[in-house]
């Protein structure tokens, strides 16, 4: 299903060939594109063109809703949560990653200086605290 000119997000399915390949009535899919479920692309005239990717969310959402007994608001959120925690992960890997280059980057500078040599610089950050507290004059 997969066409090496077109990447998983490329949206290319018209709604029959998409409700073909995902096993759902094309009313379906409309539905679950109204409820924010599995939002395609669009065409220049507003038709709507599903991806691989969008195909597969059909298909686990069908999963979800046949199998699992799972009404379409608890999909929508596991779908968000979902999508979130993906975010999360790739945040995290680029977290570490700047995290062992700063490591790399320490012990670098370590093993060329001598002991009392140069000192790393570090990033100021300025903090402002804001007195919350009345002035003096104004307690009662």
Same mark, same amino acid.
């Given at each position: 299903?997969?066409?090496?000119?077109?990447?998983?997000?490329?949206?290319?399915?018209?709604? $029959?060939? !998409?409700?073909?390949?995902?096993?759902?009535?094309?009313?379906?899919?409309?539905?679950?594109?109204?409820? /924010?479920?599995?939002?395609?692309? @669009?065409?220049?005239?507003? #038709?709507?063109?599903?991806?691989?990717?969008? =195909?597969?969310?059909? *298909?686990?959402?069908?999963?979800?809703?046949?199998?699992? #007994? =799972?009404?379409?608001? #608890?999909?929508?959120?596991?779908?968000?949560?979902?999508?979130?925690?993906?975010?999360?992960?790739?945040? =995290?890997?680029?977290?570490?990653?700047?995290?062992? !280059?700063?490591?790399?980057?320490? $012990? @670098?500078?370590?093993?060329? @200086?001598?002991? /009392? #040599?140069?000192?790393?610089?570090?990033? *100021?950050?300025?903090? &402002? =605290?804001?007195? &919350?507290?009345?002035?003096?004059?104004?307690? @009662?």
């Amino acid at each position: 299903m997969t066409n090496p000119a077109f990447g998983d997000d490329t949206p290319v399915y018209v709604i $029959s060939v !998409a409700a073909d390949l995902s096993g759902l009535h094309p009313q379906t899919l409309r539905q679950y594109d109204r409820l /924010g479920l599995v939002s395609p692309g @669009r065409a220049a005239g507003r #038709g709507r063109r599903y991806s691989v990717r969008d =195909i597969q969310m059909l *298909r686990e959402v069908q999963r979800l809703s046949q199998e699992e #007994g =799972i009404n379409l608001a #608890g999909i929508k959120r596991i779908l968000e949560l979902q999508r979130e925690v993906a975010e999360l992960r790739d945040h =995290i890997f680029h977290l570490h990653n700047e995290m062992e !280059a700063a490591r790399s980057a320490v $012990s @670098r500078r370590e093993s060329g @200086r001598s002991p /009392g #040599g140069e000192l790393l610089p570090v990033r *100021r950050t300025r903090v &402002t =605290i804001f007195n &919350t507290s009345p002035p003096p004059d104004q307690e @009662r």
